[in-house]
């Protein structure tokens, strides 16, 4: 009869540090999903983070509560030429892209050897100042009311007629 009560005994003793465990688990369990939520809302934070850094970004550096009054932008048309290659027209539109004065390339059309690049420009901006600074190859300028600023850029190697 000992090895029936022991057997019993032992039984309980087993339920008692099942259901210990049980309870242990629940708690490890809540823990974790505490810890879950905290990460999820850290994780939300970094990507608005994210994405207000990239609007920073694309609004030159500044943040759109940060960009100037529209009637302070003006549009400006600069023709890039000889652009031989898609890559010279990337570097041009980067660099203009990166100018202070800039507040957005609002188009870019690549013909043959050119392109035209509509900026919006605070006004008043030194654009041709701005973009000697910023361009990697020498070029003359000519600016007119009409046709807007036209930048003839002189390779190093020349140009081919």
């Not at 940060?66 to 539109?93: C, F, H, K, N, W």
């Not at 003359?140 to 850029?153: M, N, P, Y």
């Amino acid at each position: 009869m000992s090895r029936t009560g022991e057997s019993g005994n032992g039984r309980v003793r087993d339920a008692a540090a099942l259901h210990n465990a049980v309870l242990e688990l629940n708690r490890e369990l809540e823990t974790l999903t505490s810890r879950v939520a905290e990460l999820a809302v850290a994780a939300e934070a970094i990507a608005t983070e994210q994405v207000g850094a990239r609007q920073q970004t694309a609004a030159g550096g500044r943040s759109q509560s940060q960009r100037p009054p529209r009637s302070r932008i003006e549009e400006i048309t600069v023709t890039v030429r000889p652009l031989p290659e898609l890559a010279m027209a990337a570097m041009a539109e980067t660099s203009l892209r990166g100018l202070p004065g800039v507040k957005q390339v609002v188009s870019v059309e690549r013909f043959e050897d050119w392109a035209r690049f509509t900026l919006e420009v605070v006004r008043g901006t030194d654009l041709i100042s701005e973009i000697r600074s910023a361009l990697p190859v020498a070029f003359r300028s000519e600016q007119s009311e009409s046709a807007g600023i036209t930048l003839d850029l002189k390779w190093a190697w020349g140009t081919v007629e």
